[in-house]
């Protein structure tokens, strides 16, 4: 096959749960006091947001139910800002605003307002490789959209002719649309293009960058789209190894694994052509492969099987799975991170699977699942495991340094316990891979609107952003 894209929990104080916690896991420092979200700046009537200043570290959540993405500072722990990927709020009359009447839509009913255009289910993410980007998909509106990491300003984004006291200061974009149900963005590694798993559409849309810039500026549409890969059904992620020469490719909708050698013109554009197409119905029966990423080396592809509950290996110059490590039953493994520092090398996996009594003060929590990897091949098993303080761990992410894990949850907290009703990223000190120690937790907060608060809620993804720096798209 030749494909070428050409153009063709807890009930007690805050004290409380850090005691509890300790008491729970045996391997945990005692938590500082719990840091309060920092306000969402708002800038006046008439006024671009106040972000012309280029920002330094953040912690990049995607917020799938709210259509937001929060930014977190990753060294006072406190979330900076929230960015708006929603449309409310362009206009004062009624059908455009979030909160209509003193009423506030649930956020299951915010996409179905009358009039509204924003973002619908914004689920995942990437940075570039200089990290000067951060590209998001929206599954529910089938498109991407690109952020410019220094100032927190969404590529595209206009003056709002109805700016006043009563509306935002911009009109969002339409971003850049790439087909039915985009998941997973992945930079090829020389930044010239996205790629964009479609899964219901089967096949990979390719972007040239720069031209996706100017399509979410105003330009035509499918302007970006250099053409697509055709793949096995419901691609889920694909991921380059170290030279840019192959991308794997996996699914969630077969038991499958698709491999293709990439070339490169002059011009840094790609053309793909399928090498293998790989079996995998003995490690992954259902078919629900929703993750991978490449290890820190470049030798190995690590992939998360949801539904099957393990973990494999693939070797990057390989064509068979090297192996595959079970989590335990009903583990529900969303994605990987590698913990990797001077006191040893560590795969995390976090779990979807809540565990009651496992979290703070023995209230329910998600755990992950850590796994040396030093260990020989085809001798990997689990080490060790910590409860994340949240439930239904979703996106994880090593700070540069590689002695913090930022981890971000799906479900609120529940009723009756701290953070109530909101959505977590909890942090995690990982000087020594394994053996962590729970650091603090951090409510994702409002995002500030004209009409109203909007809870940031659902955490997917989550990317740690230093803009200029080497990424591991890179």
Not at 21 to 36: D, E, F, R, S
Not at 41 to 55: D, H, K, L, N, R
Not at 238 to 252: H, K, L, M, N, P
Not at 448 to 473: D, E, Q, Y
Request: contains cysteine; aromatic residues 6%; neutral net charge.
């Amino acid at each position: 096959m030749s494909q070428s894209p050409t153009p063709s929990t807890s009930r007690r104080d805050a004290l409380t749960l850090a005691t509890g916690l300790v008491a729970a896991l045996g391997t945990m420092a005692a938590a500082p006091a719990q840091a309060q979200p920092a306000p969402v700046a708002q800038p006046g009537p008439g006024q671009a947001p106040a972000a012309a200043a280029s920002m330094g570290d953040g912690v990049w959540i995607c917020c799938e139910d709210s259509n937001t993405l929060v930014v977190i500072d990753p060294v006072r722990l406190v979330v900076q800002t929230s960015v708006n990927l929603t449309s409310f709020d362009e206009d004062r009359r009624p059908p455009f605003r979030f909160v209509t009447g003193g009423v506030m839509p649930t956020h299951g009913a915010m996409v179905q307002k009358p009039l509204y255009h924003g973002a619908i289910s914004i689920h995942g993410a990437v940075p570039n490789p200089d990290s000067t980007l951060v590209a998001t998909t929206g599954r529910g509106t089938s498109n991407l959209y690109l952020i410019d990491t220094a100032t927190r300003r969404i590529v595209g984004n206009r003056p709002n002719p109805q700016a006043s006291a009563q509306t935002n200061p911009e009109r969002l974009t339409s971003g850049v649309f790439v087909g039915r149900e985009p998941h997973e963005p992945t930079f090829t590694r020389n930044g010239r293009e996205l790629w964009v798993t479609v899964r219901g559409e089967d096949r990979i849309a390719v972007l040239d960058v720069q031209k996706a810039r100017e399509e979410s500026a105003g330009g035509r549409p499918g302007h970006a789209i250099r053409g697509f890969v055709d793949t096995m059904p419901g691609p889920a992620h694909a991921w380059f190894s170290a030279d840019g020469s192959r991308a794997a490719v996996i699914s969630q909708k077969a038991s499958l694994i698709d491999l293709l050698d990439v070339t490169y013109d002059a011009s840094g554009f790609s053309t793909a052509r399928r090498s293998a197409r790989l079996d995998i119905s003995a490690q992954d029966r259902f078919g629900f492969s929703p993750f991978l990423k490449l290890s820190p080396d470049g030798r190995e592809f690590w992939i998360s099987h949801k539904l099957a509950d393990s973990l494999s290996v693939l070797p990057a110059d390989g064509r068979a799975i090297a192996e595959t490590i079970p989590l335990g039953a009903l583990a529900r493994p969303n994605h990987v991170e590698f913990v990797e520092n001077a006191q040893g090398r560590a795969v995390y996996a976090s779990l979807g699977r809540i565990d009651d009594g496992a979290g703070p003060g023995g209230g329910a929590s998600s755990k992950l699942v850590i796994i040396d990897r030093s260990a020989p091949l085809g001798q990997r098993r689990v080490v060790g495991e910590i409860a994340t303080g949240g439930r239904e761990a979703h996106g994880l992410w090593l700070d540069p340094a590689g002695t913090r894990l930022f981890v971000v949850h799906e479900q609120d907290e529940l009723p009756g316990t701290p953070g109530a009703g909101q959505t977590l990223c909890t942090v995690l000190d990982v000087t020594d891979p394994f053996r962590p120690r729970f650091v603090d937790r951090v409510m994702l907060g409002d995002l500030a609107l004209p009409s109203g608060g909007l809870r940031n809620k659902k955490g997917i993804n989550l990317v740690f952003i230093r803009p200029g720096a080497r990424s591991v798209t890179a």
